[in-house]
């Protein structure tokens, strides 16, 4: 299956059902088709050819979802780009992707100026999703939306296989350079096959899209959407901000699948927002990303009785998730463990030792996964892709999480934490080294370290940055964020800071990261 | 590229909070709360703050306790959209439409909320 026939298929099937709803926009299943024919038609007029990378730089819109499905149709694999992400970060993207295209929107049209400045050559072509830059602005066009028109908006033939790629998603790198995990159409289309197989997807279904496009969660909401028939909601960001609107937007969409992130449900039940029976059209509501707190779980059980609850699991390099764990019942108590469950349907969990064995049922080891969702790799670096998709001699190939795990007595997987320095904060995976690298690199410290602690809040792992000046010179929190905001994306931004002359050592001379974590778990962290 | 560029060498990191707090009353006061609660410097009053990721959401809960202390007021998230801390002007209408008055010495040192201040070894 290719991720895009769906719509052609649907288009076909039922023209006027409505595909995608964002704000007071709507449109249906036979809009999407022709305007992605058509936009799929002025990529390869362009001079966009298979297999071509095509950038995304626009906030989560119907634009861009026509621009997802279109790229596809093109042939051409789509690269998500962070709208809130520093020139500097998403210029390393483009040149390592080396764009064919950049599909863009007036708003990001200063961030666009700002890639292209970073960048020593640009040859890549600019389509602008609406009416395009000012003129003064000195970005090109090799189009923009109102050539839609021009084009034909019948079906396009292309020869995209299963096995190519369709996107690539970048996720945070520990040396500074982001990592580009490429999904094909196979790896893609199998989970969203299993998923909607699982759930009973239905073309009644209505279904939120909340996660920004460049999270690999968003995938399964667009694509699992569109090949159920079904509607898409786009949830705007700065709802999740606001507990209370993002509840109304769930009673007042009347969706039936809430798929979010731990740190958003925790935001809404701390302030309460959700009414004994609430949101009565919701059939199921999903979480990825990090581990949901019990209490959580408890208090959204109790007022939803009749919703189902799953929790997913499952790393960008093995598409989407790979287990699931459908909670029974409401959880007895608050020190009850909620496991991340059993592999999908044509994926492997495999937990094992240091020599790559498996280890005895109950003993911790590192978690591995095998199977159909596997990503082919890195884009452009085999290096890091051989160090975690490995080669077993038994299991066949298979993915180094880095997360700790044990098998349970009720064969199912518990996850118990992280092996290396990645964290998760707010959904998103980070690595602390890519911060860390960025704070050396502003040439003002002496010395820093990031940490992550674990906070009781809704924000879960809060980051921290602990650094000493650059002998002489007078740093503040402030000075430092306002030049790290030029390197990082928001979601990396540390949220705690403490200046020290020098930072504590270990015995062993090397920062004493331990008790940096407990100095700030004792201010007002935790 | 590289933002260090702008930094000439060997001089001291420009820019206390004193100096980021200009002359005009409550836009000034409201720029001074972000960089004390957030360590964000808004370089305009119109900035966009959500477009530019300054808060999350413990940020923003923060930022208002912060605003409520300041001003004698009860804000309750329920009560405001998006719109209204999207910039800092917005912020300073919200804080004049609810009738807010000081509560505090506009150059008050002291660090709330979140920034932890100088715990130097």
Known sequence: ?526 | MGVSDHIPAGSPAPMSSAEVAPADGLEGEIRLLLLEVLAARVESADADLLEAGIFDSMGLVQFILALENRYGLKITLDEIDADSIRSVTRIVELIQSRGGKDQAQPSSPEFHGRQIPDAAS
């Open chain 1, 1 to 526: 299956m290719l991720l895009h026939d769906t719509v052609r298929s649907q288009a076909a099937q039922r023209p006027d059902a409505v595909a995608l709803v964002s704000q007071r926009q709507t449109i249906t299943y036979q809009q999407l088709e022709e305007w992605s024919n058509q936009l799929a038609r002025l990529l390869l007029e362009s001079g966009c050819r298979h297999g071509d990378r095509v950038g995304l730089l626009m906030p989560k819109s119907i634009q861009a979802i026509v621009a997802m499905v279109a790229t596809l149709k093109a042939g051409c694999i789509y690269v998500p780009m962070d709208t809130a992400s520093p020139p500097a970060r998403q210029a390393k993207i483009v040149n390592s992707c080396e764009h064919a295209c950049i599909l863009a929107v007036n708003s990001a049209s200063r961030l666009l100026a700002g890639i292209s400045s970073e960048l020593s050559n640009c040859n890549f072509r600019i389509g602008w999703l609406d009416s395009g830059p000012a003129a003064e602005s000195n970005l090109d066009a090799a189009f923009i939306w109102d050539d839609l028109a021009s084009m034909p908006a019948h079906p396009i033939l292309c020869d995209t296989k299963p096995e190519d790629v369709a996107h690539i998603l970048f996720t945070s790198g520990s040396t500074g350079v982001p990592k580009g995990v490429m999904i094909t159409h196979a790896n893609a289309a199998h989970f969203i096959q299993w998923a909607n197989r699982y759930f009973g997807t239905l073309p009644t279904d209505r279904i939120s899209c909340h996660p920004p496009l460049h999270f690999d969660l968003s995938t399964f909401d667009v694509w699992g959407t569109l090949n159920a028939g079904a509607e898409l909601h786009l949830v705007s960001p700065e709802l999740s901000l606001l507990p209370h609107k993002l509840a109304a937007f769930i009673r007042d969409s009347e969706l039936t699948q809430w798929f979010s992130v731990p740190s958003v449900l925790k935001y809404m039940a701390q302030f309460d927002v959700v009414r004994q029976d609430d949101f009565p059209a919701l059939k199921r509501l999903l979480w990825c990303g990090e581990a949901l707190p019990v209490p959580t779980l408890m208090y959204f059980m109790r007022r939803l009785p009749a919703v189902s609850f799953t929790n997913l699991y499952g790393p960008t390099e093995t598409t989407i998730a790979s287990s699931y764990y459908t909670i029974p019942s409401c959880p007895p108590d608050e020190q009850s463990e909620i496991p991340i469950g059993l592999p999908c349907a044509g994926e492997q969990l495999h937990v094992l030792d240091e020599f790559l064995q498996p280890i005895p049922r109950g003993e911790i080891g590192d978690l591995y996964i095998s199977g159909q969702g596997l990503s082919p790799g890195y884009w452009r670096d085999r290096q890091k892709t051989d160090s975690v998709f490995i080669q077993h001699a038994d299991l066949g190939r298979i993915y180094k999480t880095g997360d700790l795990a044990r098998l349970g007595p009720d064969r199912l997987v518990y996850l118990l934490g992280r092996a290396d320095s990645q964290i998760k904060s707010r959904g998103f995976r980070i690595e602390l080294g890519e911060i860390e690298t960025a704070l050396n690199s502003l040439g003002i410290l002496r010395e820093c370290a990031v940490v992550g602690v674990q906070t009781g809040g809704f924000e879960g792992t809060a980051i921290c940055c602990a650094y000493a000046p650059t002998p002489g010179l007078q740093v503040t929190p402030a000075d430092l964020r306002e030049r790290l905001m030029q390197l990082v994306p928001p979601y990396m931004m540390p949220a705690y800071w403490l200046a020290f002359d020098a930072l504590p050592l270990n015995p062993n001379g090397k920062i004493d990261k331990p008790r940096l974590r407990e100095s700030f778990a004792a201010q007002s962290v935790a």
